[in-house]
C-alpha cells in the first residue's frame, strides 16, 4: 500500500478532482468550502489548470457551464444556501447534458442557516435539480478517503452518461482529516467530442440551443428517463455493515452513518443482531436493495438524519411500501445526535420488535 | 459571369425575426467580420436569453446558450478552455445590462479576453415589449404605465458602455448603430477591431450597438432610422469611449 | 485498539496545531486516526477544541461525548470538559492556567505547567509542542521519536525555531517520566 496521507476531506476532494483531470475550477468562498477553494488557488496554478474565482456562485457556475460546453472537465465546490445561487445552472447543466462535477458541503437549516455540519439538502439535490426535473448522480461520501475516490470518479461517470455529478456531502467529510490514499493522475486526456471548440459551416456545435429538439422534446425527456432507469439498474451503489443477519437495520448516509457506526457494534456487543444500511447513492436511491430487506429476515429499520424535519426516510418508507415497521432518530442545528444517542435509539427498537 | 455578391454561407436559409428588427441585419454584420477574416472556424458564440436566441437556426458557428443574463461567465468559462479562440456573446440589454450586469461588469474587471457584444434595443422584446433599464424616458412599453418610462418611478436609461469603459482592465468599449449604411459601416469595424484586439493582444472588449425594434417601438419597419436618429442617439451618444491607445 | 482524546483552550494556544500534530505522528506510524476540529462558533475566538482518535482498525464517528484523554489547556476547557472524561480516564490540566482539582473521583488528573515551560524553551507559542513532548512519552497515545519528527518536519525550520520547539518537547517529555 502507498503511503497514505493525512488530509481534510476538502483538501481530499480537490486534489482528486485534479488528478482525475479536472481542468477548470470557478468557485466563490463560503463556510466550510473555503479550504477547498484556498488549496485549488495554488494548486491548480502549480499543475497549469484554469482556477477563477468567480463573483458569485451564479458566476462560478456558469462558469462551469462554459468550460464544459467547451469540452474542459468542470468543477465547482460550495455549501448551503449558495446552491441555490447555482440551482437555474445545474439545471442547465442536466439539460444540455453538459459534464461537470459540483460538491455540497451541507450546512445547518434554511435562510441564513447556520455553519454546523448537517444533511437538510437531501430533497434538494435528490427530488429535482432545479426547474424542470432532471436529476444529477448525487453522491454521498462516508469518509475523507471515499470522498477522495467518488471526486475522481465521479468525472469519468460525467463523461459516461453526459451529466452531472453532486457530491451531498458535510462538514464531517469535509473538515475532519484522515489518512487517505489518493489515486494516480491522469495525463493527456482527450477533449470529448461534440463540446464547442471553434467550428463552422456544418461541423457547428449548438449547446443548448433551441433547435436542439434531440434533448428538447418528448423523445429528448424519455432519453432522460432511460438514463435515470439504467443509474437505477447499474449505478446504485451503498455499503451493508454487519447485515449478515441483521434483524434491525439503520439506514443512514454520510455524517449519519459515520456517527452510528459505533453504535452497530455496541450493539452488536449486547448480542442485538443490529446491521446499518448506508445508501452511497442518494439519486438513484437504493430503492429495490430496501425493498428487499423485507424478505431477508429483517425486522425493523431505523432512519437515521441531521434534519429535521426528516427529509431521506421519505424515500426510505417509499422503497419499503410498509413492509417494515420504521423508526427515526433526527437532529439539527448545535444538537448532532452521538453515537451513544443511536445505541439507545436502537435498543428500543430492539424491545418493540 | 463574374459574381458581385454572394451570400456569406455563415448564413443559413431564413430567419425569424421581425420585419426591421436590427438582430438579423447584427447576425450578418458578424458573420461578414467572421468570413472576411477567417475567424469563422474558432468562433464560440454564449447566446444569451431573449429576441437573440432567434440567430440560433440563422447562422452556422458554435454558439452556447447561456441562462438568462450570463452570457459573460460562460464566456469566461470558455475562453479559459478555448484560449486561442474567438469568443463573444450575444446578449441584449435586458441580458447584459440588466440581470447580468454582474457578470458583464466582473468580466470586465477580471479582463477577460473575450468580446461582449451588446444589442440594445431599449426592450424586451421577445416577452412583448415589456420596459428594459435602457427603455427611453417617456417610451410607451406594456409595463410603463400610459405616459411612459417616468424617471420619477424608474430613473433613466442605464449607459453601459459608459460604465464598462471606466473599468481599468477593458481594453476597447465602443457604441454603434446599425440604422444607416454609413452607421452599419462603423458598427463593422469596431466589432472587428474588437474582435483583433481579442485575437491579438488578449483584451477584454465591449461593443453596444443599438438596434431597432420596430415591432415594440410602435412605428413602421422604414421610419425606424428616423425614430433612432430622433430619438435614440440624443440619449444613447455613439462612439468609441475606451481605446488601446487611449480615449 | 482506540484512543480518543480531546484538546481544548482558546484561540492562539495552538490547540488545532497539537491535534493535527498528534494525528500526523500517528499516520506515519500507520494507524487509523482521525482529526476533527471543532467548527461553529468556537472556531473565532472563546473556546477552541478538536478531537483526535487513533485506532488499529476502522474508526466511527470523529467525535465523541466520552473521552479517554481530555487535555485542558485552559479553565473554561477544564470546566466544559472535566465530564466528558471516561471513567478511568485521564485528564491532563496546564497547570499554568488551570490548578483547580477535579472532583471526580473515577479519573485520573494530572498538571503540566505547560506555559512556564514554554517560556522555559523560549517562547510561550511552544505551548503546544510541550504538551505534544508530555503526551508521546507517556507512550500509549504515539511513539516519542516520531513526534519528535513531526514536529521538526512541520513546524518553524529556521534554526532558531527547531532549536526552541526541541528545548519545548524535551521539556514536556521529561514531565511525563516525572509523573
Known amino acids: 500500500m502507498a503511503k497514505r496521507e493525512l488530509m481534510s476531506g476538502n483538501v481530499a476532494m480537490a486534489e482528486s478532482a485534479i488528478r482525475a483531470g479536472c481542468n477548470f475550477f470557478a468557485s466563490y468562498p463560503i463556510t466550510p468550502q473555503t479550504t477547498l477553494l484556498e488549496y485549488m488557488s495554488t494548486r491548480m496554478f502549480e499543475v497549469g489548470r484554469e482556477f477563477i474565482q468567480a463573483e458569485s456562485e451564479i458566476g462560478a457556475i456558469n462558469m462551469v457551464m462554459g468550460a464544459a460546453a467547451a469540452g474542459g472537465r468542470a468543477f465547482t465546490a460550495t455549501a448551503g444556501m449558495a446552491v441555490s445561487l447555482m440551482m437555474e445552472t445545474l439545471s442547465y447543466l442536466c439539460a444540455a447534458k453538459l459534464p461537470s462535477v459540483v460538491v455540497n458541503i451541507q450546512r445547518t437549516g434554511a435562510g441564513a442557516g447556520g455553519i454546523t455540519s448537517s444533511q437538510t439538502d437531501f430533497h434538494y439535490a435528490t427530488k429535482s435539480m432545479g426547474h424542470g426535473g432532471l436529476h444529477a448522480y448525487v453522491l454521498s461520501p462516508g469518509d475523507v478517503q471515499e470522498a477522495a475516490d467518488l471526486v475522481y470518479d465521479a468525472f469519468a461517470f460525467a463523461e459516461k452518461y453526459q451529466c452531472l455529478v453532486y457530491i451531498l456531502t458535510d462538514a464531517m467529510v469535509a473538515q475532519v482529516m484522515e489518512p487517505v490514499e489518493l489515486k494516480p493522475m491522469l495525463e493527456n486526456l482527450p477533449v470529448r467530442e461534440g463540446s464547442a471548440q471553434g467550428s463552422a459551416l456544418g461541423g457547428t456545435k449548438r449547446i443548448n440551443t433551441i433547435n436542439r429538439t434531440d434533448l428538447r422534446s418528448l423523445e429528448g425527456y424519455r432519453s432522460f428517463e432511460a438514463m435515470y432507469d439504467t443509474w437505477q439498474r447499474e449505478e446504485v451503489r451503498y455499503e451493508e455493515y454487519r447485515m449478515e443477519d441483521a434483524e434491525i437495520v439503520l439506514v443512514a448516509t454520510g455524517m449519519s452513518a459515520r456517527i452510528a457506526r459505533g453504535a452497530i457494534d455496541t450493539l452488536r456487543a449486547e448480542g442485538v443482531k443490529a446491521g446499518m444500511f448506508r445508501p452511497i447513492t442518494l439519486y438513484p436511491f437504493p430503492t429495490q436493495q430496501i425493498r428487499g430487506f423485507a424478505q431477508r429476515g429483517i425486522k425493523a429499520v431505523l432512519d437515521a438524519e441531521v434534519a429535521v424535519p426528516a427529509q431521506m426516510i421519505d424515500d426510505v418508507d417509499h422503497a419499503l411500501q410498509g413492509s417494515l415497521p420504521l423508526y427515526k432518530i433526527d437532529c439539527t442545528w448545535n444538537t448532532v445526535f452521538t453515537t451513544e444517542d443511536i445505541e439507545k435509539k436502537l435498543r428500543e427498537v430492539a424491545q418493540e420488535v | ?247 | 485498539m482506540e484512543k480518543t482524546i480531546l484538546i481544548g483552550g482558546f484561540g492562539g494556544q495552538g490547540v488545532q496545531t497539537l491535534g493535527k500534530l498528534l494525528a500526523y505522528t500517528a499516520n506515519e506510524e500507520e494507524k487509523r486516526v482521525t482529526f476533527a476540529p471543532a467548527y461553529g462558533g468556537e472556531m473565532r475566538g472563546g473556546t477552541s477544541n478538536c478531537t483526535v482518535i487513533i485506532s488499529d482498525s476502522q474508526i466511527g464517528s470523529p467525535t465523541r461525548q466520552m473521552l479517554d484523554i481530555v487535555v485542558a489547556m485552559n479553565v473554561e476547557s477544564f470546566q466544559k470538559f472535566e465530564a466528558r472524561v471516561k471513567p478511568g480516564g485521564l485528564l491532563i490540566c496546564n497547570s499554568s492556567l488551570v490548578t483547580q482539582k477535579t472532583a471526580r473521583t473515577d479519573i485520573t488528573q494530572l498538571f503540566l505547567p505547560a506555559n512556564a515551560l514554554a517560556e522555559e524553551a523560549g517562547s510561550d507559542k511552544t505551548l503546544n509542542v510541550v504538551m505534544l513532548g508530555f503526551l508521546s512519552a507517556r507512550g500509549d497515545l504515539v511513539g516519542r521519536s516520531a513526534a519528535e519528527a513531526v514536529v521538526a518536519e512541520k513546524l518553524g525550520k529556521k534554526e532558531k525555531f527547531r532549536a526552541m520547539n526541541e528545548k519545548a518537547f524535551a521539556l514536556g517529555a521529561a514531565q511525563a517520566v516525572a509523573v
Open chain 2, 1 to 247: 459571369m463574374k459574381a458581385v455578391y454572394e451570400r456569406n454561407p455563415l448564413l443559413m436559409g431564413s430567419n425569424k425575426f421581425c420585419p426591421g428588427c436590427g438582430h438579423p441585419l447584427l447576425n450578418k454584420i458578424i458573420a461578414d467580420v467572421l468570413a472576411e477574416n477567417n475567424w469563422a472556424g474558432d468562433a464560440i458564440t454564449a447566446l444569451c436569453i431573449g429576441c437573440a436566441l432567434n440567430m440560433t437556426p440563422y447562422v452556422d458557428w458554435d454558439l452556447v446558450q447561456c441562462p438568462h443574463g450570463r452570457a459573460a461567465a460562460v464566456a469566461t468559462g470558455i475562453k479559459h478552455v478555448q484560449k486561442s479562440k474567438l469568443v463573444f456573446t450575444y446578449q441584449g440589454d435586458g441580458d447584459a445590462a440588466g440581470i447580468g450586469l454582474t457578470e458583464t461588469f466582473h468580466a470586465a474587471s477580471r479582463g477577460e479576453p473575450f468580446t461582449q457584444i451588446m444589442v440594445n434595443n431599449q426592450i424586451y422584446g421577445m416577452t412583448g415589449g415589456q420596459s428594459s433599464c435602457t427603455t427611453l424616458i417617456g417610451q410607451k412599453t406594456t409595463t410603463s404605465g400610459p405616459s411612459g418610462r417616468d424617471p420619477a418611478h424608474t430613473g433613466y436609461p442605464t449607459k453601459l458602455a459608459e460604465v464598462i469603459a471606466m473599468v481599468d482592465a477593458a481594453g476597447y468599449v465602443a457604441r454603434v448603430s446599425i440604422h444607416t449604411p454609413k452607421h452599419i459601416r462603423q458598427a463593422k469595424k469596431a466589432i472587428e477591431k474588437a474582435f483583433r484586439l481579442q485575437m491579438e493582444e488578449n483584451k477584454y472588449t465591449f461593443v453596444e450597438v443599438l438596434a431597432m425594434c420596430p415591432t415594440n417601438f410602435h412605428v413602421e419597419p422604414w421610419d425606424a432610422p428616423a425614430y433612432t436618429e430622433e430619438k435614440v442617439l440624443p440619449v444613447f451618444p455613439l462612439g468609441e469611449f475606451k481605446t488601446p491607445e487611449g480615449r
